[in-house]
């Protein structure tokens, strides 16, 4: 386990969220109590916008608009529900989560990202409305106390990379405290674990990061934290009593994967007690046929899309199946060396022929992967 002699290791990092010019308020919000929080805190030159304008408009010139867009902040109503279905297909097994919509879009930056090709506003956006989000939360695991929810807010957005402005992660994990049959998943591929420090969690929350071979995060993750300052985020959630989860995805093939991931894997297994981690998964790269040009207009010199790759069930342009197996095979075998026997490995969005080509088993097996994952987050049918 990684040991840690300063009192903060992260000092002189750089936050992503740094990069924020201009902070934009709908004009319905600007009175609202966090939404002057989050003004105050940023700091930043502000400007009203008329409701509606900030989140619903669709902008024609999205791709070349967003480097610029992932530089202004709009404080925003969410009118609808902030609470869904993972937007899985039918055609894989999905892991059955809730998404907890806090915003949309990142100031990070990943070559890979499938949300350049899902938004249609280039802008970051945070939904200020939190009470109402607190209500429907509420109601909707009040609703029946034997049903679990897995939830999480690293959908549509990084769960962490706005938490300095925006302090949401302590509402939520001290909210998720009195939640007997639902924990909460903060998806990071940042160290802006702060506001966790000191928040009374009552281990109903757990702490992830998404992880790459060091050449994909290096040269592909622009603004996000590197490999060894992650796992020291990660190292010190478990040191304030959190349980963590780790996300290999995309799994991106270039030559040299193989040892690339082998490193990721060893040293995370140096850093973080596996008793710890509650699940890790794969995915290896799948995208919207669309993101094929945004990215060779954003990043002209990435490599990786010129592979060859076939339309999957869902319409998104996949590896091969050997290939993916592949990459499957290896990493879990990997991982396999390492983990805890009680720690959930999983494929994210794949198929049973898939599982049972990686696994030697399909999560029906198993009671299906939600229950899986329920297990993994200490969840038991009769509690
Ligand atoms: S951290 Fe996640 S949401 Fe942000 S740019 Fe990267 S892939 Fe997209």
């Given amino acids: 386990m990684t040991t840690e002699t300063t009192s903060n290791p992260f000092r002189g990092r750089e936050q992503p969220a740094a990069i924020l010019a201009e902070i934009i308020v709908e004009e319905g919000c600007r009175e609202h109590p966090l939404a002057k929080e989050i003004i105050?805190?940023?700091?930043?030159?502000?400007?009203?916008?008329?409701?509606?304008?900030?989140?619903?408009?669709?902008?024609?010139?999205?791709?070349?608009?967003?480097?610029?867009?992932?530089?202004?902040?709009?404080?925003?109503?969410?009118?609808?529900?902030?609470?869904?279905?993972?937007?899985?297909?039918?055609?894989?097994?999905?892991?059955?989560?809730?998404?907890?919509?806090?915003?949309?879009?990142?100031?990070m930056?990943?070559?890979?990202?499938?949300?350049?090709?899902y938004l249609n506003n280039p802008r970051l956006s945070f939904f200020i409305n939190i009470e109402d989000m607190l209500v429907e939360l509420t109601n909707a695991l009040g609703q029946d106390r034997q049903l679990f929810w897995r939830i999480g807010t690293g959908e549509f957005t990084d769960s962490l990379v706005l938490d300095r402005l925006t302090g949401l992660s302590r509402i939520l994990v001290e909210f998720m405290r009195d939640q007997p049959n639902g924990v909460l998943e903060l998806k990071t591929k940042t160290v802006e674990i702060d506001n966790l420090a000191t928040a009374d969690h009552g281990g109903r929350t757990i702490v992830s990061w998404s992880l790459n071979s060091p050449w994909v995060i290096d040269r592909h993750e622009l603004r996000?934290?590197?490999?060894?300052?992650?796992?020291?985020a990660a190292a010190r959630c478990v040191s304030w009593g959190y349980n963590v989860a780790f996300h290999f995805d995309p799994l991106i093939y270039?030559?040299?994967?193989?040892?690339?991931?082998?490193?990721?894997?060893?040293?995370?297994?140096?850093?973080?007690?596996?008793?710890?981690?509650?699940?890790?998964?794969m995915g290896a790269l799948r995208f919207l046929p669309s993101l094929r040009s945004i990215v060779a207009t954003r990043f002209p010199n990435v490599s990786f899309f010129c592979e060859e790759f076939?339309?999957?069930?869902?319409?998104?342009?996949?590896?091969?199946?050997?290939?993916?197996?592949?990459?499957?095979?290896?990493?879990?075998?990997?991982?396999?060396?390492?983990?805890?026997?009680?720690?959930?490995?999983?494929?994210?969005?794949?198929?049973?022929?898939?599982?049972?080509?990686?696994?030697?088993?399909?999560?029906?097996?198993?009671?299906?992967?939600?229950?899986?994952?329920?297990?993994?987050?200490?969840?038991?049918?009769?509690?």
């Fill in 310 to 383: 076939v339309p999957g069930l869902d319409g998104k342009s996949r590896y091969f199946r050997t290939r993916r197996v592949a990459l499957y095979r290896h990493l879990l075998q990997l991982i396999k060396r390492h983990a805890h026997p009680a720690t959930c490995l999983y494929l994210c969005m794949e198929s049973r022929e898939i599982w049972q080509e990686v696994f030697g088993y399909s999560p029906e097996d198993q009671g299906g992967l939600s229950a899986m994952l329920d297990r993994a987050a200490g969840w038991t049918v009769a509690s």
């Fill in 109 to 117: 930056d990943c070559v890979y990202c499938i949300l350049q090709a």
């Fill in 224 to 232: 996000a934290a590197p490999l060894s300052q992650r796992l020291s």
């Fill in 254 to 281: 270039y030559p040299g994967w193989e040892e690339g991931y082998e490193e990721t894997v060893q040293r995370l297994f140096e850093a973080v007690p596996r008793e710890r981690i509650a699940w890790i998964s």
């Fill in 40 to 107: 105050k805190r940023a700091g930043l030159p502000v400007r009203l916008l008329a409701n509606d304008q900030s989140t619903g408009s669709a902008d024609p010139f999205y791709a070349q608009n967003l480097s610029q867009g992932k530089r202004q902040l709009v404080l925003a109503r969410n009118k609808g529900k902030f609470l869904k279905s993972c937007p899985g297909t039918r055609e894989y097994l999905c892991c059955g989560y809730q998404v907890l919509n806090i915003g949309m879009n990142c100031p």
